[in-house]
Each structure stands twice: as C-alpha cells, then as structure tokens.
C-alpha cells in the first residue's frame, strides 16, 4: 500500500455519514473506533436526528448541511448505487476525502472522472470492501507477490447466497431491483469474486470478459450471473454470482507452484452458516487453505480480525499522511476503478447476449 498502513497518529479523523440505510448499522462501530462520527445525514431532518439520538453517533442534519461542515474529514457515503455519484462529486467539490460503498455507480468514464478530481485536489478515495483490509488478506497477498507460489494461473470465485422469499427475489429488495441496484446482482455480489479476481492476478487487467450465463428477474433485474475473464499469458478466471443458490463465498487461487483457498471471503465465519456476519460487526477471517503442487493440503491461520475496524484504520491514516504533507494513496481509487471497469464490461456482456466484451486500457 505504498507504505501507508500502520498506526501513525492519535489525532482523529472527523467523519459524517451520508445516510441512515442498514449497512451504516454494520459500519458504524468501526467509524467510532477509528474516527470522530460528527453526525449523520438524511433527506428527513428528523429521520436523522432520530438515526443520530439511537446509535450514539452525533448531530442529524440534512445532506447540504452536512456537505457545508468545516469539521468533517471525510463522507462515509452508502446511498443507493444509482444516486451516490452526485454526492460523491458535491463532496469532493467541497473537500471532503471520500469513503464509498461499493459497488461503484454511473459508467467507468464517470467513476474515473471522480477518482481524478480526488487526486487533483489531494483528497483520498477509498472504497468499502472490507475484506481487502483483513490481516489474512495481507498475508496471503504477500505470498502471491513475493513469488512463494510462481505465477497466478487461474482464478475462480464466487459468492451466492438463497433469497430469503420470492417478493424478496422479484424486486423487493434493492439488489434485485435495478432502479436501485443498476446491474442487480451482479453489482451487488459480483463486486466481491470479481475483486478477488483482479486482486489475485495483481490487479492487471483481463483482456476480454464474457457473460456465461444471466438470470433476470420479473422486474428486468440481474439475480443470478456468471462469466469468464481471459488475462494475458494464456491465464483465465471464471466468477458466478446471485440469490438464486446456496450459500458460498470463496475464491481458490491456482498458481506454479501451488493453490491457496479462502471459504469465507466476506462474512469470515468459515463454513458456519453464520449468516449474521454481513449483518452486524463480526471478527473473523482466521484461517485459509494452502495446497502443494502434488494436492497436500496445509489449514494455514490466520490473526482474527474485524474487517471494519482495519478498513478504517487504514483510510485514517491515509487521511493523516495527507494532513502531513504527503499525497493520495493511489492504490484505493485504482482498485475501484479496475473492478467497476470489469464489472462494467460484463454487464455490457450480459446485455448483449453474452458476446464477448474486450477491455480498454
């Protein structure tokens, strides 16, 4: 990361929220552990009061007031896909270093815009997948970049979980329906096998991706998608994603000299069934499975750790480097842009019956 993890300083952060949606629930721990939470944000002044005086989490106000704060650092921003850009954009406009959730909105061109302004203004842009920040994350990271087990030659990944009814499944939650989740289910699972892909591979690019196979629902929306991705050098990765299978979130990583395997890539419980984990603050992510090239398999562990906590942690401490005279960390924005990119692509695959999509550089 550019040397930019690690605990630097004391001095907190200030932070607003843009939002009292559920997931703010899950973040908002971490937020208090890592930063100073000024407030939260709504459209309804007093949804936000209401949200601020339950959680113990500052001042409500409304999203302009919010935006006008000289005391806030940076935006914890999880409006819904579709609307986040603008405020995204409104926020950098006034200064503020930018926290987003995933996954990204608007098309690659338009998210590139917005990481650029946030570099030309010396602001950090991280966005919310947590599991990059795990401690079992950085260790198995480091094996794949220091040449322990040769080159990445092929990739697969997924994460699927049963949609919990069939209102749920025809539109009646937001990742099943694209006026608030554009690319369904793809975006909203698929953010999470396609960036282990790209993280396992060192975040170079695929040459072309393709849509294998798409489920829509009633109300036009992705539930259920898988595809390909071909890299350079003759290597490959393939993703599925969705709420129309049992639940799995892994990712096994094919390399020379070796495998290595991960069960429990977002809610880090193994396989338990505990399901809470997406839901509430968690620590876990302790263990993976390391393979020889004869197939031996080794239970490697890992330190447990609260994914939340960590991201936060490390976007402080870019935030304080800045306050100290140093720069973005570039690393954050362009692992943003690289999963949307590809995602991207494979929603265009998907729209266009599964022809294959080549990507741009």
Same mark, same amino acid.
């Given at each position: 990361m550019n040397g930019y993890s690690g605990t630097m300083s004391s001095d907190k952060v200030r932070v607003g929220i843009l939002s009292t949606a559920a997931i703010v629930g899950k973040v908002l721990p971490g937020l208090k552990h890592g930063m100073e939470v000024v407030g939260v944000a709504s459209r309804d002044r007093q949804k936000a009061q209401d949200f601020c005086k339950e959680h113990d989490c500052? &001042?409500? !106000? +409304?999203?302009? =007031? !919010?935006? =006008?704060?000289?005391?806030?650092d940076v935006l914890y921003i999880p409006l819904p896909t579709g609307l986040r850009n603008e405020r995204i954009a409104q926020a950098i406009s006034r200064g503020k270093h930018i926290y987003s959730e995933k996954p990204m909105g608007g098309t690659a061109a338009e998210l590139a815009e917005l990481t650029k302004l946030c570099e030309e203004k010396g602001l950090q842009w991280m966005d919310g997948t947590m599991w990059y920040h795990s401690i079992r994350t950085k260790e198995i990271e480091k094996k794949l970049r220091n040449g322990d087990l040769g080159q990445v030659l092929r990739v697969s990944a997924s994460f699927t979980f049963m949609a919990p009814d069939e209102a749920w499944l025809?539109?009646?939650?937001?990742?099943?329906? %694209?006026?608030? =989740? $554009? *690319?369904?289910?793809?975006?909203?699972? #698929?953010?999470? $096998?396609?960036?282990?892909?790209?993280?396992?591979?060192?975040?170079? *690019? $695929? =040459? %072309?991706? *393709?849509?294998?196979?798409? /489920? !829509?629902?009633?109300?036009d929306t992705i539930v259920h998608c898988a595809?390909?991705?071909w890299f350079p050098g003759n290597r490959s990765a393939v993703f599925d994603c969705g709420c129309t299978a049992p639940h799995r979130s892994q990712y096994e990583i094919i390399c020379e000299? #070796? /495998?290595?395997? &991960?069960?429990? +890539?977002?809610?880090?419980?193994?396989?338990?069934?505990?399901f809470a984990a997406y839901e509430v603050p968690f620590v876990g992510s302790s263990e993976y499975v390391q393979g020889d090239v004869m197939g031996k398999d080794e239970v490697m562990r890992a330190e447990a750790c609260d994914h939340v906590n960590l991201l936060v942690d490390d976007l402080a401490n870019?935030?304080?480097?800045? %306050?100290? #005279?140093?720069?973005p960390d570039p690393d954050w924005p362009h692992r943003s842009l690289a999963v949307h990119k590809v995602m991207s692509a494979v929603f265009e695959s998907a729209q266009k019956g599964g022809a294959a999509v080549e990507i741009v550089s």
């Open positions: 500052g &001042v409500g !106000m +409304l999203y302009d =007031e !919010m935006l =006008e704060r000289d005391d806030v025809q539109g009646g939650n937001g990742r099943t329906d %694209k006026s608030r =989740e $554009p *690319m369904g289910c793809l975006g909203d699972q #698929g953010w999470y $096998p396609l960036s282990a892909i790209l993280w396992a591979f060192g975040w170079i *690019m $695929p =040459e %072309k991706v *393709m849509c294998t196979h798409v /489920t !829509m629902n009633k109300v595809g390909t991705l000299k #070796g /495998t290595v395997r &991960v069960d429990d +890539l977002v809610g880090g419980q193994q396989r338990t069934g505990n870019c935030i304080r480097a800045i %306050k100290a #005279g140093g720069k």
